[in-house]
């Protein structure tokens, strides 16, 4: 039986411990926006920020390679080209 890991992503966020989130562009299973609907919904006042966060575009040379919302602890990352096909 599934069952959801929100209270203790919400925990781990609440009590300063790092954490990355990450998801491939191409996942399928798991995908990034159903990861970031997901996220949007953790109900920390200390995590607010992290919604509105700018994305911070990851570039090799002239191509996008990804990118990531940053605030204090929470990092979310989307890799290009990565995922379940």
């Given at each position: 039986m599934m069952k959801?890991?929100?209270?203790?992503?919400?925990?781990?966020?609440?009590?300063n411990i790092k954490v990355l989130?990450?998801?491939?562009?191409?996942?399928?299973t798991v995908n990034t926006a159903g990861v970031i609907n997901y996220l949007n919904t953790?109900?920390?006042?200390t995590f607010s920020p992290w919604k509105t966060a700018k994305k911070n575009v990851?570039?090799?040379?002239?191509?996008?390679?990804?990118?990531?919302k940053v605030y204090k602890n929470f990092w979310f990352a989307v890799v290009n080209g990565a995922g379940h096909k």
């Open positions: 959801s890991g929100k209270s203790d992503l919400t925990r781990t966020i609440k009590n989130v990450y998801n491939g562009q191409y996942d399928y953790i109900s920390l006042s990851w570039r090799r040379y002239t191509e996008i390679i990804g990118w990531t």
